[in-house]
């Protein structure tokens, strides 16, 4: 079991044919995803070749060789043409409204905004129809999601982690990253990252809920960082829904005030938005923080092998 996508997910690209996309459709294809189109109003009918070689967990099973693209004028005509569901934008900020509204009015059911530096003004936008629609919206400014072994949607390396029993929430790319490595003896049903901008889709409370749900997640790892109160409402929603456990780590214990620190959303004013203020805050309702990655992860091991 995973949450949000599996193996069933049919993914079109936007931006495939850009350096970007290009780059991560491949890397995508070797995951075992199954990348059905691509789009480029200026390249419709054309087909993009990658050469495909299957690692990480879909190694042995992803054909080898040459695999061809079709690249189509519109989401709406892609989705018609292949029955894609889940679309993931590579395209520049400026576009990126206009990307991720197209895909949402066509009927794509999943949508990954890997775009960093988005207004916010056009995230709220985002957020708000694809709300209205019923849309999973993950990101902006994120590395997507990835279920090992069956689908990568994003650019989140898929040769560091199987799956396995764990599930992971995160703010932070780089941190998913080293989550995934360090517990890759363990393994992961699903890996999502959620960006960390002021405005995003899929929040933690989202993944918990799901995670809450599948029954092959034994524990939730949540990764949050310094600004607003995501991880203080998620703390309030674990107290009152979650049964399973959670294990947390909170980026910037060592922040400054009223210094912006990565992502957009990370800043602290005053005690509000601190890693200790959302530490404590888990902690109440019985979340082990770590005070380090490597310490969360001998945490939720621990728990694992308990």
């Known amino acids: ?14 931006g495939m044919t850009g350096a970007e996309g290009r780059k991560h459709t491949q890397r995508m294809l070797s995951a075992g ?3 059905v189109g691509g789009t480029n109003p200026r390249k419709a009918g054309q087909m993009v070749t990658f050469d495909v070689h299957g690692y990480g967990p879909a190694a042995g099973r992803v054909p080898e060789g040459p695999v061809e693209i079709p690249v189509f004028g519109t989401v709406a005509d892609a989705r018609e043409a292949t029955g894609a569901n889940a679309s993931v934008i590579f395209v520049p900020p400026a576009f990126a409204k206009g990307a991720a509204l197209e895909a949402i009015d066509a009927g794509i059911q999943t949508v990954v905004l890997i775009t960093e530096g988005i207004p916010v003004q056009d995230s709220t936008i985002i957020v708000e129809r694809a709300l ?6 993950i990101g902006p400014n994120c590395p997507g999601i990835i279920s090992p072994g069956q689908a990568n949607l994003g650019i989140t390396p898929a040769n560091i982690t199987g799956p396995g029993r764990l599930g992971l929430v995160s703010k932070s790319g780089t941190l998913t990253y080293q989550l995934m490595y360090e517990l890759r003896d363990c393994g992961f ?7 960390g901008d002021p405005v995003v889709g899929t929040t933690h409370i989202d993944a918990l809920a799901a995670f809450e749900q ?21 703390a309030e929603w674990i107290c009152q829904n979650m049964t ?4 947390a780590y909170i980026a910037g214990f060592t922040a400054p005030e009223g210094k912006t620190m990565g992502h ?20 109440a309702v019985g979340v082990c923080v770590g005070r380090t990655p490597t310490q969360t992860a001998q945490i939720a091991r621990a728990w694992l092998t308990r």
């Open 33 to 35: 995803t199954a990348v």
């Open 214 to 234: 599948d029954p092959h997640t034994d524990l939730v790892i949540m990764i949050g960082e310094i600004g607003g109160d995501a991880e203080e409402r998620a």
């Open 189 to 195: 049903t699903t890996c999502l990252g959620i960006g």
């Open 264 to 283: 957009a959303g990370a800043i602290v004013s005053g005690s509000s938005g601190t890693a200790a203020a959302k530490a404590a805050a888990l902690e």
């Open 132 to 137: 209205e629609a019923g849309v999973r919206l």
């Open 244 to 247: 399973k456990p959670v294990v």
């Open 1 to 14: 079991m995973t949450i949000f996508v599996n193996s069933d997910t049919r993914v079109i690209v936007q």
